[in-house]
């Protein structure tokens, strides 16, 4: 999957921001990649659901992908667990009200309950939000394993009805239970300022760094293979050589992206825009 030319044969993996329940941009942007789901492949970098019209629509699709889909947890995915669970209530811009009322709900929030937090082949990493500075990429998807084995564990009620929380804020190696799940979650998902010690800012979602803050991405270190994210909508499109951010506002008038990793290639489709901006 590193660098190389590609052509009308090739299989291809596409990387693909933050959908959202735009499942219409979706569609659209797949016909301009020509994306054929015997030969190619989507990366999905979470929160494929809430905001826009059709998160059920979304859903459906991305799971009848199978293996031609890799979609790791966003925020808005955990939250719709949450709330399917009775652990969340539902907040005034959700869009998630046909989704948990449909008939196949239960088997489509299985599947997304099966969803890991982190993804790494060849030569990208993929997260919704962020990586830590002291965490290795070895030891994100070991701590990433954990939250998974968590989420499809029989007793992952439990594990949801504790997810939530804005501390502990920064990560130590002897954190235990549910702090310990729950800064993984926080960092993978939600991240977007640290400073160099770890501390999170999880309040701040604009561009500007608060005082004593840095972008996740600057305080990584030097020997990362690229990081594929999403989440950060006031970041908006940001490609360079070690990131790969893709959250280009498609649920609130932007566009929705995608990137063919073998190439760098960009393709967007605009969006209509259904929510003002946010998390």
Request: aromatic share 8%; with cysteine; glycine share 10%.
């Amino acid at each position: 999957m590193c660098h190389g030319a590609v052509d009308s044969r090739s299989m291809a993996t596409y990387a693909i921001g933050d959908v959202q329940g735009c499942n219409d941009e979706l569609q659209a942007l797949l016909s301009r990649l020509t994306f054929d789901r015997a030969r190619d492949r989507l990366w999905f970098v979470g929160d494929l659901v809430n905001r826009g019209p059709d998160s059920l629509g979304a859903l459906r699709f991305v799971r009848s992908l199978g293996d031609a889909a890799v979609v790791v947890l966003g925020n808005h995915d955990l939250h719709l667990l949450c709330v399917a669970g009775g652990h969340a209530r539902m907040r005034d811009d959700d869009t998630l009200d046909e989704l948990l009322a449909a008939p196949d709900a239960p088997e489509l929030l299985d599947w997304l309950r099966g969803r890991p937090l982190l993804h790494s082949e060849n030569c990208y990493v993929m997260v919704h939000a962020g990586l830590l500075p002291q965490w290795t990429i070895r030891t994100a998807l070991t701590l990433a394993c954990e939250v998974q084995d968590a989420l499809r564990a029989p007793s992952y009620s439990e594990f949801l009805a504790r997810m939530y929380g804005g501390t502990p804020l920064a990560w130590r190696d002897d954190l235990l239970g549910w702090d310990r799940l729950r800064v993984i979650v926080n960092a993978m998902t939600r991240l977007r300022f640290c400073n160099g010690a770890g501390e999170m800012d999880l309040s701040a979602k604009g561009a500007q760094a608060p005082d004593g803050f840095r972008p996740w991405f600057e305080l990584r270190p030097a020997g990362d293979p690229p990081i594929i994210c999403g989440h950060w909508s006031a970041l908006g499109l940001k490609l360079t050589e070690k990131l790969v951010a893709l959250d280009s506002g498609c649920v609130w008038g932007g566009s929705l992206t995608a990137l063919r990793l073998e190439d760098r290639a960009l393709f967007q489709v605009p969006c209509r825009g259904y929510q003002p901006p946010g998390e």
